[in-house]
């Protein structure tokens, strides 16, 4: 019987739901198969910052870092801002993703069969499933966030605070509020290199089946862009059979929504990436449908891409599916990293009852056009599970 430790942390809003619906099924891997999950559930989040003071209990931090995994619902809740302007709950999300070096957030835009797009307040399908398959990796760990990450990982470790430098804006006057966005090369090498290295094992992008890795950048405007196109230049010449593509981040807004046949494995900065995984999401269905890793050396985070929804948070509608992938995930970056045939094969089981389930359109939630309630996805879920796992 092997065991792996997992943290979950529900967080704000419908985050507890969603999660409600994962521990469902790792309780049924429980029951069912060799592998054993010990999990323990740790509150967090920007209410509970207005209950407590704190976004999470002491010691919080340590306890995720020495799990096997981590599990994350959603973060964010009105009126949750530290005095500095911070978010509340920053120090869980991103204090996790900078405090465990979580560099690569691997985001993949994959359209499940079935699913119905809601665009122009209508259910249908736009995209065709076979035309959607790509892996969006989003830098994590530096970029216009580098201020924010430094201050919730200190938060998190208890170190000295981060402040911006002090810097001259000749030309601008009044109050002056400004973020730096460092890209490294360090940093920029290793996401790279991640990116061809997802793009190994892929089948390459929709329409020729090529294997392809697209830099996506503003490298016409900013510098650490210009850094950025430069390493993954000379890290593209490490895979002969890997060809590349550049974009920039305004233009391939538009190629993403029209032509997402094209892309295999697109790989860009930290903001580019929240902001492209959030309009990909579209591709897929919706926010409800998009999973994501956070994945470092040595650990990792896995949420669904989508926030808390402050409007729906304790009415049982939200699709789980996001995070339902986002355990999928996980369970074969575990199977994968502690060499388990098992968990391998579990997740690839999970990845076919939730294929199925979208297919029969019958239990599904308001936002894919269903009626469903997110509990009743759930269920319905174990429920496929428990033939499958057999
Ligand atoms: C995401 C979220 C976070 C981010 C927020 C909650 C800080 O939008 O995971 O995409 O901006 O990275
Ligand atoms: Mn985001």
Same mark, same amino acid.
């Given at each position: ?55 999470? *209990?002491? &010691? /919080? ?5 020495? !799990?096997?995994? @981590?599990?994350?619902?959603?973060? +964010?809740? $009105? ?105 490294? *090369?360090? &940093? /920029? ?5 991640? !990116?061809?290295? @997802?793009?190994?094992?892929?089948? +390459?992008? $929709? ?184």
């Amino acid at each position: 019987m092997a065991d792996y430790s997992v943290v979950l942390l529900p967080g704000d809003g419908t985050g507890p739901e969603v999660i409600n619906q994962a521990r469902k099924i790792l309780d049924l891997i429980n029951e069912k198969t060799s592998i054993g999950f010990n999990y323990e559930t740790i509150e967090c989040g920007g209410k509970y910052f207005l209950e407590t003071g704190k976004e999470w *209990e002491e &010691g /919080s931090f340590e306890r995720c870092k020495n !799990a096997d995994s @981590i599990l994350l619902g959603a973060i +964010g809740w $009105p009126g949750a801002i530290r005095k500095n302007g911070d978010l509340a709950g920053g120090e869980v999300v991103l204090g996790l993703r900078s405090g465990l070096d979580l560099y690569a957030n691997v985001r993949p835009i994959k359209l499940f069969e079935g699913v119905q797009h809601k665009i122009h307040g209508k259910y249908r399908t736009v995209w065709d499933s076979k035309n959607v398959d790509m892996c969006i990796l989003r830098e994590n760990t530096e970029g216009l966030y580098y201020g924010a990450l430094q201050r919730s990982r200190a938060r998190s470790l208890g170190e000295d605070f981060f402040e911006s430098p002090e810097l001259d804006f000749p030309g601008l006057s009044g109050e002056i509020a400004w973020d730096p966005r460092p890209i490294s *090369e360090n &940093g /920029s090498r290793r996401i790279v290199s991640k !990116a061809f290295e @997802i793009a190994s094992k892929r089948n +390459g992008a $929709p329409n020729d089946k090529k294997k392809s890795v697209t830099c996506v950048d503003k490298s016409n405007v900013a510098r650490g862009c210009q850094l950025f196109r430069r390493i993954f230049d000379e890290e593209s010449k490490k895979y002969s059979n890997i060809s590349t593509n550049y974009a920039y981040i305004d233009a391939f807004t538009m190629w993403l929504i029209r032509n997402p046949e094209e892309f295999d494995v697109v790989v860009t900065s930290n903001m580019f990436g929240d902001i492209a995984t959030d309009l990909g999401s579209v591709l897929q269905g919706g926010m409800g449908m998009a999973a994501s890793g956070n994945i470092g050396d040595s650990n990792a985070l896995f949420e669904p891409v989508h926030g808390s929804s402050p409007k729906y948070a304790g009415k049982n509608m939200v699709n789980p599916i996001a995070t339902i992938n986002s355990l999928q995930m996980m369970l074969k970056w575990l199977g994968d990293t502690k060499n388990s045939k098992e968990l391998v094969r579990i997740s690839d089981i999970v990845h076919n009852a939730v294929s199925d389930q979208i297919k029969g359109r019958k239990v599904v939630t308001y936002d894919l056009g269903g009626n469903a309630t997110t509990s009743e996805v759930g269920d319905d879920l174990v429920k496929r599970l428990k033939v499958l796992l057999d």
